[in-house]
Structure formats: C-alpha cells, structure tokens
C-alpha cells in the first residue's frame, strides 16, 4: 500500500472499493482497526483514523461493542460521489473542449459510442 496518499487514505479507498464491487455488502461487519493493522503491518491508531473517515461520511455505522458496519445505502451514497467526481473531472472538461472545437452535445454522444462501447 503506497500510492502517495497517507495511509489512512488508502485505508479508507479499499473499504470504498470493496463496498462498491459488492465484496463488503451493506449490513455486513467492515473490519476492525485491529484487523486492518495486522494485516498492513500498520499502528491501529492509522487504520482508526481510515476508518473514522467512513464513519464520518456515512458509509460505516458504529455499533457498540459489536464493531463497525457497512451502513445501509452506502453503496449507493459511494456510487453518487463517484459519479459526481467522473462528471467534474472528466465530462465537464470534455464538454468544455468539445465547446472550443465545435462539438455539439450529440457530436461527443457519437463519438464514444464510436470510439469504444461502454460494457452494460
């Protein structure tokens, strides 16, 4: 684990990332900062701070003395902001560009259907 983001980050980003292909299901029990610091050889205090974020944003629920679990509707919640950082990052700047050089709307529809098919 080193992708230039601290620790605690990528903590965070894998637990996104499991939430969201479904392999860490709403309800189920994330894992403990125990476990997380196990298994990356990491302080619990990091693996705490990761964590932490989640609970923060809601997508891992507190429950005492039972541990931390994947909060209901958080797959959804997770797949809303990737969304909406897919539309500010890449479309809005594609859109801009397609502005500059003429493009309408439906000239870039066309485009990536032409240029490579989204798997459905």
Not at 3 to 11: A, E, K, S, W, Y
Not at 45 to 74: H, P, S
Not at 102 to 115: A, F, K, M, N, Y
């Amino acid at each position: 684990m080193d992708d230039g983001r601290p620790l605690f980050v990528q903590i965070a980003v894998q637990i996104e990332a499991s939430v969201l292909d479904g392999s860490l299901a709403e309800g189920e029990r994330a894992p403990s900062t125990n476990e997380l610091a196990s298994f990356h050889r990491i302080n619990p205090a990091t693996a705490a701070k990761g964590i932490n974020l989640l609970v923060d944003r809601g997508i891992l629920v507190k429950r005492r003395g039972l541990g931390m679990f994947v909060a209901e509707g958080a797959r959804d919640l997770l797949r809303g902001e990737r969304q909406q950082r897919f539309a500010d990052h890449f479309v809005a700047p594609m859109l801009a560009e397609a502005r500059a050089i003429g493009l309408s709307p439906e000239d870039v529809v066309d485009l990536i259907r032409t240029h490579q098919p989204l798997p459905r």
